[in-house]
């Protein structure tokens, strides 16, 4: 037999009823504001990364370097070939492009080279250049009109005919270009732009 007393269906909720009530009213708004926060910062960060991507700088601001011999230019012969090195610690990648951007080098008629630092602007991961327009498109969700410097990380694309503008994905600062020069048949690097990374 249950002797437990039985309250009033009219008697007048106890300040602790009341209280209790507040808390419990409170507690399921929690996981709700939380879910809205996150869509938000969310949809924030996207059109910040989507509309502020920076465009590399048409006179580009190099960090004075020692000299680097990269490799003799008959290593670009055709438009794409493409030399890895490094560059004080720094990976990088000299590319023969289609026609100059900021920052590259022509080294003889309809020749021009540009180079690179492989760190991704995002979160530092090595970019590599990947020629096939249509992984890209399955990869890295970008339609690119020519070879990119791709990120397997995050996914971020950067184009190197835009001087190594970030065009999709995550990162939104350029890839630092290097100072190019031709001495005899070999092409030299001798500085480069500074890592957004360390600034
Ligand atoms: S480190 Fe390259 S996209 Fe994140």
Not at 5 to 10: I, V
Not at 97 to 122: D, M, Q, W
Not at 190 to 198: D, K, M, R, T, V
Request: charged share 20%; with cysteine; net charge neutral.
């Amino acid at each position: 037999m249950n002797d437990a007393p039985n309250p009033r269906p009219d008697a007048p909720p106890s300040a602790i009823d009341v209280e209790r009530r507040r808390v419990a009213r409170w507690l399921w708004r929690i996981p709700v504001l939380a879910a809205l926060a996150g869509g938000t910062w969310g949809v924030l960060r996207g059109g910040y990364v989507h509309f502020f991507k920076k465009r590399p700088d048409p006179t580009p601001a190099y960090q004075e370097g020692p000299p680097l011999e990269i490799a003799t230019i008959d290593r670009f012969e055709n438009v794409w070939d493409a030399v890895t090195f490094q560059y004080e610690g720094t990976p990088s990648v000299a590319v023969r492009i289609p026609e100059p951007i900021a920052g590259s080098l022509t080294l003889e008629e309809n020749v021009h080279v540009a180079a690179f630092s492989r760190v991704c602007t995002h979160l530092g991961c090595v970019v590599t250049l990947n020629r096939d327009a249509s992984a890209i498109a399955f990869a890295f969700n970008y339609r690119a009109e020519g070879p990119q410097l791709v990120c397997r990380c995050h996914l971020s694309v950067f184009d190197p005919e835009r001087a190594g503008r970030a065009v999709a994905g995550p990162a939104v600062d350029p890839l630092p270009r290097l100072r190019l020069r031709r001495e005899g048949d070999t092409l030299i690097a001798s500085g480069i732009e500074p890592n957004p990374l360390l600034s």
